[in-house]
């Protein structure tokens, strides 16, 4: 499994900014598909996660300005970023958490992405 992030990089406060991730070499059967985030100086930070089913789940800080999607595909994920704010900075990773099938034996396996750095700033 491979996991492919882009859309980082420098934004003014109030900017926007999207954020992709795309799961490759498997198809999941279930999973889970989310985002982090580390600050400099601060521990890793859940900022929100997408289940197969579409339940969501966001970081109180983030709710109302993040929005997390699926693409159709389901292995692909992306992170709508509204009215940053210049905590919002830190390097953001994707991940996803599941399970696919590989000769018909069922694998669970959970993988980060390389992260992607969000800067908000004047």
């Known amino acids: 499994v491979q996991l492919q992030a882009s859309g980082g990089g420098l934004v003014q406060p109030g900017g926007s900014l999207r954020l992709s991730c795309e799961a490759s070499?498997?198809?999941?059967?279930?999973?889970?598909m989310g985002w982090y985030r580390q600050a400099p100086g601060k521990e890793r930070e859940l900022v929100a996660t997408?289940?197969?089913?579409?339940?969501?789940q966001y970081l109180d800080a983030v709710k109302g300005r993040f929005t997390i999607s699926r693409g159709n595909d389901k292995n692909t994920v992306y992170l709508q970023m509204n009215s940053l704010k210049p905590e919002d900075t830190a390097v953001y990773y994707c991940?996803?958490?599941?399970?696919?099938?590989?000769?018909?034996?069922?694998?669970?396996?959970?993988?980060w992405g390389q992260g992607t750095q969000v800067t908000v700033s004047s």
């Open positions: 991940v996803v958490d599941g399970v696919y099938y590989r000769d018909s034996v069922p694998v669970a396996e959970k993988k």
């Open positions: 070499g498997v198809i999941f059967s279930f999973s889970t």
């Open positions: 997408i289940a197969s089913a579409g339940d969501k």
